[in-house]
């Protein structure tokens, strides 16, 4: 896990912080500071919500029964960084490391995140916030596109990601975090 921070800005451009994070209006969109930029987006539309919705019903439960730790729904804040505060769809801290979760949300990298991409956000996902959250040692990232109905599940090796599972439609997805787990895609699409 890097514990890297960006203190000192490149000339000329401001870098925004956690505590201009907290500064920011609440008005209903999503802030997001990557590396000291701010990225703003509207409300997620009705298929993200009953996607992310139904895999927390699916994950909350047995990871409660069988203390495997806590999964958390946005808006929840992950501070990897002073310069990077992010609020994944969905995200899960192992019971070993709880200790990193605080009121002010999680302090560090969790042990999977999983983002639903949007037309708007699908790049930002797919290589800035990979780049970051494999940089900070976040082990698992989950990748959700609601339109083409698919899945992909993406494991930290050496540093990078390497896709471990894609699925599509209706298939079993039986992810390696949450053995024991198979969850349909079609009761996850809503």
């Keep these: 896990m890097s514990t890297e921070t960006r203190d000192q800005p490149p000339a000329g451009r401001i870098v925004l ?16 500071i990557l590396e000291g930029e701010l990225f703003v987006t509207p409300s997620p539309s009705r298929a993200h919500q009953a996607f992310a919705a139904n895999l927390l019903i699916a994950l909350k439960p047995f990871a409660a029964a069988q203390d495997l730790g806590e999964v958390f729904i946005a808006p929840f804040d992950v501070i990897l960084e002073k310069t990077s505060v992010v609020v994944p769809d969905l995200l899960f801290v192992s019971r070993q490391r709880l200790g990193i979760v605080t009121d002010r949300g999680v302090e560090g990298a969790p042990d999977l995140i999983v983002e639903i991409l949007s037309p708007g956000t699908a790049r930002r996902d797919r290589v800035e916030k990979a780049q970051l959250y494999a940089r900070h040692g976040v082990r698992h990232y989950w990748l959700v596109d609601p339109d083409a109905r698919t899945v992909e599940a993406f494991e930290l090796v050496e540093g990078r990601y390497q896709r471990t599972v894609q699925l599509a439609g209706e298939a079993t997805f039986a992810p390696s975090l949450f053995p024991g787990l198979a969850v349909s895609l079609r009761s996850l699409w809503g």
Excluded at 19 to 32: K, T
């Design 17 to 32: 912080t956690y505590e201009d994070y907290c500064a920011l209006p609440n008005d209903g969109r999503r802030y997001e």
